[in-house]
């Protein structure tokens, strides 16, 4: 049987390999520059066109709980720092979390009590000064610390950032193979002091037996970007009260098992898939939209159109509008996995990171320095 692994054509050395160019991987690719390593990143397709592209740009910060709240606040110093050094928009507009009943203002009042000078509530109609809401509002809260960027562009341009700093990219190189100081791809060669694999929901396709350990699924979303019914320009990120049962901190609250009850007691259309109503607004004035979930090892590829009018429904409900007109769709995959985060030694020099909560974006940056401190000890 003929090998077609390119074992005798050298892409040369670098002290750390990073499998994966979504932002886990750029972000060990960014903690490693600042450390003075050589760095080569491989990725599969020409460019990242996965789950960092196809999200809603949200540091959602503030709501994380636990390792993920640690990450996070670490993850927004440094994406503070990278916005200046890099040249990338990043708006520090925070979020508005909007409570259209009586519950869902409850979990936001102890979430504000437990997270001292983090959370600002709001009334009604402080909540209306900031984002476009329909009637019905009981109140909300703002987070001041979370951040927004365009997710079309803020991974494009890290990577541009970190070729300036020298960093080595092989696009369209798929990894074949990793070993201890050993990377065999497509291409070639490439041999590493150590080895970061980062490639989201695919951990299965390098580490089989690692990913079942874990149970690793594939989330699937469905996400859409509508024209702005309002023309108004909408600063922060806007979630709703389906919001409070996607994030931990929320989920953390003494009132939030009684919210949970009420939404699948009342909306069992909208909890059973998943939704997570809220927005943000790209540079252009279009909100994105969504989402749902889907969990599955194997996916089905077919999407029912009955998702996307749940969330248009839902969302021209919170802004108050008449129907929204879509500009795209599409839909989103990452790893979800019963711990939030996929940290694993497989080989010595060698680890495997995946973010398996939908929160890349938010922890990347401050989960990667960790990950170097134990892989370069």
Same mark, same amino acid.
């Given at each position: 049987?003929?090998?077609?692994?390119?074992?005798?054509?050298?892409?040369?050395?670098?002290?750390?390999? +990073?499998? @994966? =160019?979504?932002?886990?991987?750029?972000?060990?690719?960014?903690?490693? +520059?600042?450390?003075? $390593?050589?760095?080569?990143? +491989?990725? &599969?397709? %020409?460019?990242?066109?996965?789950?960092?592209?196809?999200?809603? *740009?949200?540091?959602?910060?503030?709501?994380?709980?636990?390792?993920? !709240? &640690?990450?996070?606040?670490?993850?927004?110093?440094?994406?503070?720092? !990278?916005?200046?050094?890099?040249?990338?928009?990043?708006?520090?507009?925070?979020?508005? +979390?909007?409570?259209?009943?009586?519950?869902?203002?409850?979990? $936001?009042?102890?979430?504000? #009590?437990?997270?001292? *000078?983090?959370?600002?509530?709001?009334?009604?109609?402080?909540? =209306? %000064?900031?984002?476009?809401?329909? /009637?019905?509002?009981?109140?909300?809260?703002?987070?001041?610390?979370?951040? &927004?960027?365009?997710?079309?562009?803020?991974?494009?341009?890290?990577?541009?950032?970190?070729?300036?700093?020298?960093?080595?990219?092989?696009? /369209?190189?798929?990894?074949?193979?990793? %070993?201890?100081?050993?990377?065999?791809?497509?291409?070639?060669?490439?041999?590493?002091?150590?080895?970061?694999?980062?490639? @989201?929901?695919?951990?299965?396709?390098?580490?089989?037996?690692?990913?079942?350990?874990?149970?690793?699924?594939?989330?699937?979303? &469905?996400?859409?970007?509508?024209?702005?019914?309002?023309?108004?320009?909408?600063?922060? /990120?806007?979630?709703?009260?389906?919001?409070?049962?996607?994030? =931990? @901190?929320?989920?953390?609250?003494?009132?939030?098992?009684?919210?949970?009850?009420?939404?699948?007691?009342?909306?069992? %259309?909208?909890?059973?898939?998943?939704?997570?109503?809220?927005?943000?607004?790209?540079?252009?004035?279009?909100?994105?939209?969504?989402?749902?979930? #889907?969990?599955?090892?194997?996916?089905?590829?077919?999407?029912?159109?009955?998702?996307?009018?749940?969330?248009?429904?839902?969302? #021209?409900?919170? $802004?108050?509008?008449?129907? !929204? #007109?879509?500009?795209?769709?599409?839909?989103?995959?990452? /790893?979800?996995?019963?711990?939030?985060?996929?940290?694993? =030694?497989?080989?010595?020099?060698?680890?495997?990171?995946?973010?398996?909560?939908?929160?890349?974006?938010?922890?990347?940056?401050?989960?990667?320095?960790?990950? $170097?401190?134990?892989?370069?000890?």
């Amino acid at each position: 049987m003929t090998s077609h692994l390119p074992r005798d054509t050298s892409l040369g050395a670098a002290d750390l390999v +990073v499998v @994966g =160019a979504g932002i886990v991987g750029l972000a060990h690719a960014v903690d490693a +520059v600042a450390r003075g $390593l050589s760095v080569v990143v +491989v990725e &599969r397709d %020409e460019r990242a066109v996965g789950a960092s592209v196809r999200n809603f *740009g949200h540091g959602c910060f503030t709501a994380q709980d636990g390792d993920a !709240l &640690r990450y996070a606040m670490a993850a927004r110093t440094a994406w503070l720092r !990278l916005a200046k050094e890099a040249g990338l928009r990043l708006d520090e507009s925070g979020t508005v +979390v909007v409570a259209r009943a009586d519950d869902e203002y409850a979990v $936001l009042r102890e979430f504000a #009590a437990a997270r001292d *000078g983090q959370v600002v509530l709001l009334d009604g109609r402080r909540v =209306a %000064e900031r984002v476009p809401v329909g /009637a019905g509002v009981v109140g909300g809260a703002w987070l001041p610390l979370d951040v &927004r960027v365009d997710p079309r562009e803020a991974v494009h341009a890290i990577a541009a950032w970190l070729a300036g700093q020298g960093v080595r990219f092989h696009w /369209a190189t798929t990894a074949h193979l990793v %070993e201890p100081g050993l990377v065999i791809t497509s291409r070639g060669r490439i041999r590493a002091g150590h080895v970061v694999l980062a490639v @989201g929901h695919d951990v299965d396709r390098h580490f089989p037996g690692l990913a079942e350990r874990a149970g690793l699924r594939r989330c699937v979303l &469905r996400m859409l970007r509508v024209a702005d019914p309002h023309g108004r320009r909408v600063d922060p /990120a806007v979630l709703s009260g389906f919001s409070l049962l996607r994030y =931990a @901190g929320f989920a953390a609250c003494p009132t939030g098992p009684a919210l949970r009850a009420r939404l699948e007691r009342e909306r069992p %259309e909208l909890t059973g898939i998943g939704l997570n109503l809220m927005l943000t607004q790209r540079p252009d004035g279009d909100l994105i939209v969504g989402d749902t979930h #889907a969990y599955a090892v194997t996916p089905e590829p077919f999407g029912a159109d009955e998702l996307d009018r749940h969330i248009l429904d839902e969302a #021209a409900r919170l $802004l108050g509008s008449g129907p !929204l #007109a879509v500009r795209e769709r599409w839909r989103g995959v990452y /790893a979800s996995a019963p711990d939030p985060f996929l940290i694993a =030694a497989p080989m010595p020099g060698v680890r495997v990171v995946s973010v398996t909560s939908g929160i890349g974006m938010t922890t990347a940056l401050g989960l990667a320095p960790e990950i $170097l401190d134990d892989l370069l000890a």
